[in-house]
């Protein structure tokens, strides 16, 4: 390796601990939104694969600037499947990471977490008419992540319990995807009750 390498690895790293926000980041990659996205995806697919449920191939990113969607891939009938995905985590929480809390987590009770996640869907619903190169005769996903240090597996299943997500015109698909669980040697995901 050169000098100039050396120097070149240095300065991004440099530049990702400067964007790192330090809160809840497993998924994080601060200094490439496009790969953290990407990231998202490939540790949802082999959660999914694991247990003989994967429902998309071709996947590919659009990229920044042909999005959105942020992805797309084809189901199993080979139609294209419109995806975008989006972070559920507690501002406040990074802001008091940041200024020296280190050990103040966000508190999530069922309520919170489902406000907040039902925000998000209603967001991304929203975009539907903006995706680019439509049409998505597969259907229109979204991915949801978090690595909310009080959001692991089985309080994210005892939340959503039985709970359907309304007022979603154009979702066909919602998925909610937590981070590296030991015991299940993967990221657990769930299937959310769209309504439809």
Request: overall charge negative.
């Amino acid at each position: 390796m050169t000098q100039e390498e050396r120097t070149q690895i240095a300065k991004a790293m440099r530049a990702a601990r400067e964007k790192a926000r330090g809160y809840a980041d497993y998924f994080g990659w601060a200094t490439d939104r496009d790969l953290e996205e990407w990231g998202v995806l490939t540790s949802l697919f082999e959660s999914m694969d694991k247990e003989g449920t994967l429902p998309y191939t071709n996947l590919r990113m659009r990229g920044r600037g042909n999005d959105p969607p942020d992805c797309e891939g084809l189901n199993t009938e080979q139609k294209r499947v419109a995806i975008e995905v989006t972070e559920l985590v507690d501002g406040d929480a990074i802001k008091n990471f940041k200024a020296g809390a280190i050990y103040e987590w966000a508190e999530w009770d069922r309520g919170k977490f489902l406000e907040r996640l039902h925000g998000l869907l209603k967001q991304k619903d929203e975009k539907f008419p903006k995706l680019l190169e439509p049409p998505y005769e597969g259907g229109y996903a979204v991915v949801v992540f978090t690595d909310e240090p009080e959001l692991p597996a089985q309080n994210v299943l005892a939340y959503l319990e039985g709970h359907v997500f309304t007022e979603l015109q154009h979702i066909t698909e919602a998925l909610f995807l937590v981070s590296y669980d030991p015991k299940e040697n993967c990221c657990p995901y769930f299937q959310l009750n769209v309504g439809s």
